[in-house]
């Protein structure tokens, strides 16, 4: 097969993160990729990042929104920018192989059928371990980065077929963003990359996961480890909402205890934490946005191509059968840095991007 064309826009969003671009830029502008345009959303900064930006990166186009908007807002802004045939989505805390993006536009490129491509991520301090090979979904609505924390030892080294990719380094296809459309703001953050790809599988769309994409990703660069109130409550909501949205029919009945005992679980987690109150205000939060996400549901279901059993074999893809359960966090996922673009700030009533 001859080489792959066709112009991709890297949009990398940015808040009140120049130390973090300082190191991933020149990573970017040294992309072994013919057509690429680089866009920059600056969601809001006050650290004088835009005008750092023009100045050091002239060649670089620079959106500067006025005031934070929000994750997936501004992820909206970046999935807009530019005219490329394909937009990659960056973290600004990766550094990139110089052959990351170009790979990534081949494996799209050689399967029509995939919307979005993952990148091997590799951690950054760490450079023999894994920080991430594509997303895997498991029907009680657990989350989880495949091979997070891993020492690689090739075991991840097939092209395949996985539920999603991560935030931090994806590639995704113009057309299936038409197709798919744009994350859902209401959302907020967290686990509106989960949502998109489950409403991606539904509309016939697969993800790959390309491991010749190596990019080295930092990791909890803006918010450090842990989990705030701000994140379990939107991981929480945005969880049920996922499923609420997404499943078929016949799969929430088939599924639904397992789907009760991922709730049952994270109730029993959060109560022995003390967070039992957070636990039941995200869910009666997630019943007052109900009506709109059942409205929104009857959309993605009418339009659904994929039949229950294409979405089971989804789900299933790309989940080695040596690893174990993820271990259910107060999230209902692994106690890991929440997969997508997301960053929460410690005490910030925002959440922004900025290396997950």
């Known amino acids: 097969m001859g080489p792959i064309h066709g112009r991709v826009t890297a949009a990398v969003l940015t808040y009140d993160g120049r130390d973090l671009l300082e190191g991933m830029l020149p990573s970017l502008a040294a992309q072994d990729l013919d057509e ?52 990659a989505l960056l973290n600004n805390d990766v550094e990139l192989d110089p052959r990351c993006l ?19 991520l590799i951690q950054f301090d760490r450079r023999d371990h894994l920080d991430g ?5 498991f029907w009680g609505g657990e989350a989880q980065r495949r091979g997070q924390g891993e020492l690689d030892l090739g075991q991840y080294e097939d092209a395949e077929d ?23 703001e209401r959302f907020h953050a967290l686990r509106e990359d989960v949502d998109w790809s489950f409403r991606a599988q539904l509309a016939g769309f697969r993800c790959r996961y390309v491991p010749t994409a190596v990019a080295h990703h930092m990791g909890s660069a803006t918010i450090g480890t ?10 929480w909501r945005n969880g049920i909402w996922t499923i609420a949205k997404n499943y078929p029919i016949a799969s929430l009945a088939r599924h639904l205890p397992s789907i009760l005992l991922v709730q049952a679980r994270n109730l029993a987690i959060a109560t022995r934490r003390h967070k039992a109150g957070l636990w039941f205000r995200a869910w009666r939060d ?37 690893s174990r359960r993820p271990q259910l966090a107060m999230g209902g996922r692994r106690q890991l840095p929440p997969a997508g673009p997301e960053r929460a ?12």
């Open 36 to 87: 690429l345009e680089v866009v920059i959303v600056d969601n809001g900064s006050t650290d004088g990042t835009a005008d750092w930006l023009r100045e050091t990166w002239p060649e670089f186009k620079v959106i500067r929104l006025e005031e934070n908007r929000g994750v997936t807002a501004a992820l909206n802004v970046c999935l807009g920018a530019g005219a490329g045939e394909f937009v």
């Open 102 to 120: 170009g790979e990534l536009r081949a494996a799209l490129g050689a399967c029509p059928q995939a919307g979005v491509a993952a990148a091997k």
């Open 133 to 137: 090979t594509g997303d895997l979904y």
């Open 162 to 184: 996985v539920f999603g990719a991560s935030g931090a380094v994806a590639l995704y296809r113009r057309s299936a963003i038409a197709v798919v459309g744009d994350f859902d």
């Open 226 to 235: 842990g989990a705030t109130d701000f994140v379990l409550y939107h991981n």
């Open 286 to 322: 997630a019943l007052r946005g109900l009506p709109v996400m059942l409205r929104r549901r009857r959309g993605i279901q009418a339009a659904r191509t994929a039949t229950v059993r294409d979405l089971e074999r989804a789900v299933a893809a790309g989940q080695p059968s040596r």
């Open 345 to 356: 700030q410690r005490g910030a009533p925002i959440v922004v991007a900025g290396g997950h």
